[in-house]
């Protein structure tokens, strides 16, 4: 044979080769067949794929019954490895689901069968879940767990389920009534606005009831059933909900529970869904996820239209479980309030008109023992978070930095009845006794609250010694174990001229919190600074950042409420520090408190004498802010009494010891 035909031979072998290998078992094709298969059922839509024996759409139209019940979620799929068999090809479709926490994950079996020269895949329910048949769907049903209570000393419950009725419009009920009428007629007997409540009626469902309130079933309710069910469509509800004794007990520091609205169940990532309840501001959002726990996911296969009737009344359950999650109670968050001093000082404060506070606290062990933001806090958690300079008794850290110069409660200081400063003239207070300005100890400077005598000390204590001082007694420092968001004080570290001597009279830009002034004197009571602390166990579940920590100037949870304008403008809060560099030693804690009995003897708070019980140091403070003149002033006083540490605020309250005093003494007295 010729070179020629030798050649025609080869190239007829290599082209037939080549034909047997794309046209052998198709392996190639098939695999792209398998992979469109499972990319389309990822979206969950099949509405591109041709199928062999079925229309695409009437497929996707049955994809989408069968996982309407999983909606929005979507599975992750992936196709395995394809046996063939003649003109068929078997493969796995592996699939997994995001169901709350955890992954459902399971393995169909798919075929595809050859067309022509294209390899389709065969349409059955069954390639979607484990031997799912015609007719059959996926459910989803959620148990949710009851919410946590929070809980205050001794386990005493703070917030707990507690018996409301909700009370609205139960649509079915309206019979033949114009429900914009119903709607109108429902808010005004219960003082919600009638406008925007009958758009709500409008906008639900045939089937809906449409909540207008929620009321505590305790005895309080003054709206009746009959006044409600009187209105065609109203209907009162009985239910329960997570709440405090009172609706005010508390309510700035704990937070309130209610339905997730569209906002929270966003920026939630999943965690929360229509219908779910959350917590907003305080402790309650805080430690939402260790409240609410976690819940129970059941996935079913059943019958397309069984209604709950059917389920209710088949022996055995007709539907089929194909994966669960096991539902979680939330966590009780454990507190070392004590609700009957938190009640007392809710009390005090009850008729006080500006912005106010009281904070007691146990300084051998740092329990906060109530935290009352008064009524006109307007829902800002003053006591915690409030930033104010706190004037005079800020002279308790002035006094430290003196005894670390080489002074004692002994020394004499000079009280002279007016001090300039670089042209800025200082005075003390309205009222102060004449018998205590010249040459006086720094024990009586401070019983009757000298101003002068403490600026005039700016030339030996310098700005640093007062940030070091103020750090000494617990305050302008981290607070890791106080497991909620505070502001503990801002002493800057460097001022000059008349800055530094507004600092040396808790002006300027000192700032504290009424928590910071408890644990202020807390320290001096305790002999050592006081670490407070409110949560007992906050690392018991996913507790959000801001747990443990410290919220510094112009941060806080982003949930409280607007601050209250203090007037302060021109002061701005200094990042605190780690700790205290050098603690108040039991000698200087001991100093002080003399000198804070002083006040009670001979000072400024002789009206705290005759409360019962253990010797009460104190000190008052007044605290200038706002360029009205005269100037407006916060009123402050800090006080022990045994193992009790107290401060009262009181926003443009006057004087400390004639607006805040008299709160404390009631306190104080029937706290005893």
Not at 115 to 139: F, H, Q, R, Y
Not at 199 to 212: I, M, S
Not at 406 to 433: H, I, Q, W
Not at 478 to 484: F, K, Q, V
Request: charged share 20%; glycine share 12%.
């Amino acid at each position: 044979m010729g070179n020629t035909s030798k050649l025609s031979l080869a190239l007829v072998g290599l082209v037939l080769g080549a034909s047997l290998v794309a046209c052998g078992d198709g392996r190639e094709g098939a695999e792209g067949a398998a992979r469109q298969l499972a990319i389309a059922v990822s979206a969950l839509d099949v509405g591109s794929v041709a199928f062999e024996g079925t229309e695409s759409g009437a497929a996707n139209a049955q994809l989408k019954e069968i996982f309407q019940g999983l909606d929005p979620d979507k599975p992750a799929v992936q196709a395995g490895e394809l046996t063939f068999e003649s003109d068929t090809a078997t493969f796995p479709l592996d699939y997994t689901w995001k169901v709350g926490a955890e992954e459902w994950k399971y393995t169909v079996s798919a075929q595809l069968k050859k067309s022509g020269d294209k390899w389709l895949p065969v349409w059955k329910p069954a390639i979607l879940a484990p031997d799912l048949a015609d007719g059959e769907i996926i459910t989803r049903a959620t148990q949710t767990p009851q919410r946590a209570s929070i809980l205050g000393a001794g386990g005493a419950p703070l917030v707990a389920y507690r018996p409301v009725v909700n009370v609205g419009i139960d649509k079915p009920g309206l019979g033949g009534a114009d429900p914009a009428d119903s709607a109108t007629k429902l808010a005004q007997l219960v003082g919600v606005d009638p406008a925007a409540f009958a758009q709500q009626v409008a906008a639900a469902g045939p089937d809906a009831f449409v909540r207008a309130i929620t009321f505590r079933e305790d005895g309080s309710r003054t709206i009746t059933d009959q006044q409600i069910s009187a209105i065609p469509g109203g209907r009162a509800i009985p239910d329960s909900l997570p709440l405090a004794p009172t609706r005010t007990f508390a309510r700035a520091l704990l937070g309130t529970v209610s339905e997730a609205n569209a906002e929270q169940i966003e920026k939630s990532g999943g965690a929360l869904k229509p219908g779910d309840t959350t917590g907003a501001g305080g402790l309650q959002q805080q430690y939402d996820a260790q409240l609410r726990g976690t819940d129970g996911i059941v996935i079913r296969a059943q019958k397309a239209g069984l209604t709950a009737a059917e389920i209710q009344a088949a022996s055995p359950d007709p539907r089929r479980v194909l994966f669960e999650t096991g539902i979680k109670p939330g966590t009780p968050l454990k507190t070392t309030l004590d609700p009957k001093l938190q009640q007392l000082a809710e009390d005090v404060l009850g008729k006080v008109g500006p912005a106010s506070a009281i904070v007691a606290l146990r300084p051998s062990s740092g329990a906060v023992l109530a935290a009352a933001s008064g009524p006109g806090s307007n829902g800002y958690d003053t006591a915690m978070l409030g930033q104010y300079a706190p004037g005079s008794i800020f002279k308790m850290v002035d006094s430290l930095a003196m005894f670390r110069d080489g002074m004692t409660p002994d020394s004499k200081v000079d009280c002279p009845a007016t001090l300039t400063v670089d042209g800025r003239t200082f005075k003390n207070a309205e009222g102060y006794p004449e018998s205590s300005l010249g040459s006086v100890t720094l024990r009586d400077a401070f019983a009757h609250s000298c101003n002068t005598a403490f600026i005039n000390a700016r030339d030996t204590v310098s700005q640093a010694q007062l940030e070091s001082a103020a750090t000494s007694l617990g305050v302008a420092v981290e607070a890791p174990a106080l497991g909620a968001a505070a502001f503990l004080g801002s002493v800057p570290g460097e001022a000059e001229g008349t800055e530094h001597a507004a600092s040396m009279i808790g002006q300027g830009k000192v700032l504290l919190s009424p928590l910071a002034a408890a644990i202020m004197a807390g320290s001096v009571a305790k002999g050592a600074p006081v670490a407070a602390q409110l949560v007992l166990n906050p690392n018991e579940g996913a507790a959000s950042p801001s747990a443990g920590g410290t919220a510094t100037a112009g941060s806080g949870t982003g949930t409280e409420p607007a601050a209250p304008s203090s007037g302060d403008a021109t002061a701005s809060a200094e990042a605190p520090a780690k700790a205290a560099e050098t603690p108040v030693t039991a000698a200087e804690a001991a100093a002080l408190a003399g000198m804070m009995r002083a006040v009670v003897t001979s000072g400024h708070a002789g009206f705290l004498a005759s409360v019962p019980g253990e010797p009460v140091g104190a000190k008052t403070g007044t605290a200038e802010f706002g360029k009205d003149t005269p100037p407006k002033t916060h009123a402050w006083i800090v006080a022990v009494h045994g193992d009790l540490a107290v401060a009262v605020f009181v926003e443009d309250g006057g004087l400390g010891a004639t607006t805040s005093g008299p709160l404390l003494k009631e306190f104080l007295t029937r706290a005893s």
